[in-house]
């Protein structure tokens, strides 16, 4: 049983920056793709951002690209969203999800474990 737990959140400035980690209890980290989701109130979750399981190839929703960076520590069973320039319009509920394969995904149903989610404020 795979469980994600992210951590990390928080209130902030526009313009501040946070680094999210989403720590899995499972085995063999490596064969799982990660993604980065969230869900703003009022609005459906969106992708933000993905890592294949080689951590070779990343994907990112247009309004955080050169903003936000996706990356991951194998050994630790760890995956990060490094979020620089932040903007009112990133405040949401930040979710990891995981699902073993080696593409990078994008869609919430290609996922198979998902954690419960941290919070990030961002003020104007």
């Known amino acids: 049983q795979v469980q994600l737990v992210e951590s990390g959140g928080g209130l902030v400035q526009a313009g501040d920056s946070l680094r999210l980690s989403c720590v899995s209890s499972?085995?063999?980290?490596?064969?799982?793709?990660v993604g980065w989701f969230r869900q703003a109130p009022g609005k459906e979750r969106e992708f933000v951002a993905g890592?294949?399981?080689?951590?070779?190839?990343?994907r990112y929703v247009d309004s955080v690209k050169g903003r936000f960076t996706i990356s991951r520590d194998d050994a630790k069973s760890t995956a990060y969203l490094q979020m620089n320039s932040l903007r009112p319009e990133d405040t949401a509920v930040y979710y990891c999800?995981?699902?073993?394969?080696?593409?990078?995904?994008?869609?919430?149903?290609?996922?198979?474990?998902w954690g419960q989610g941290t919070q990030v404020t961002v003020s104007s």
């Open positions: 499972g085995r063999k980290f490596g064969w799982y793709a």
């Open positions: 999800a995981t699902v073993e394969g080696s593409y990078t995904y994008t869609r919430e149903y290609e996922y198979d474990h």
């Open positions: 890592i294949s399981w080689s951590g070779g190839t990343t």
